[in-house]
């Protein structure tokens, strides 16, 4: 997307924008960061982190401040080795979002319900680490994505985004990522996730910025 096809807020808001080398270097230290897609697509903001870095004291945050559905961006590699099918046949989304079946980690490993911070950062933090299949009850409470296999080269979402930032920040190729949701029940748009984003310390940054990176990486080879 050009930025004369921006609107003029979005435009200004860019401008406060952290580079995409701190933003990786703040996934590889362990910390979330806020990703928003374009105008021309969801027009979302997701925090995100490196799935192996979870802890329930960051699954409570992305649930309780994030609001929106907390899913586990994976490579279809990792998804085939955990077993995990698509969670229809026929994926009818507009932007293609490719959620597989629902997991929990299995009573072995702690978990009850499967729906607390702790049980959710439990499997969240297994499924990027050392489970096999068997270390997983299907359905669950956490939802994988299978990110492109040329993640934003070749789709501009927050699967593939999570996905790519882990690579490049040298982790696990898994994210967790949750939607900001305002406090209205909307979602919030880039002029008001930086504020939000600066209230709780995030760095802000795009998935178009992202992808430019991957690009000027793959002409530097």
Do not use: Y
Request: aromatic fraction near 2%.
């Amino acid at each position: 997307m050009t930025t004369d096809l921006k609107t003029p807020e979005r435009v200004r808001a860019e401008s406060e924008l952290a580079p995409i080398e701190d933003v990786i270097r703040e996934i590889g230290a362990g910390r979330m960061v806020v990703l928003v897609d374009d105008e021309d697509r969801e027009n979302e903001g997701d925090l995100v982190m490196a799935a192996e870095c979870v802890t329930p004291e960051a699954v409570n945050f992305m649930i309780t401040h994030g609001k929106g559905l907390l899913c586990l961006p994976m490579t279809a590699e990792r998804a085939r080795e955990l077993d995990l099918p698509p969670m229809v046949t026929k994926n009818e989304d507009d932007f293609g979002t490719a959620f597989t079946v629902s997991i929990d980690a299995t009573c072995d490993h702690g978990v009850t319900t499967g729906i607390s911070a702790r049980d959710r950062a439990t499997t969240i933090v297994l499924a990027a680490t050392t489970a096999t299949s068997s270390d997983l009850n299907r359905p669950g409470h956490v939802f994988p994505l299978i990110a492109h296999p040329a993640g934003t080269l070749g789709r501009t979402g927050h699967t593939e985004a999570a996905v790519d930032l882990a690579v490049l920040a040298g982790l696990a190729p898994m994210g967790a990522i949750v939607e900001i949701v305002g406090d209205d029940g909307e979602m919030l748009r880039l002029p008001q996730l930086l504020p939000w984003a600066a209230r709780h310390g995030f760095l802000v940054s795009t998935i178009e910025r992202l992808r430019a990176h991957r690009l000027n990486m793959a002409v530097s080879a």
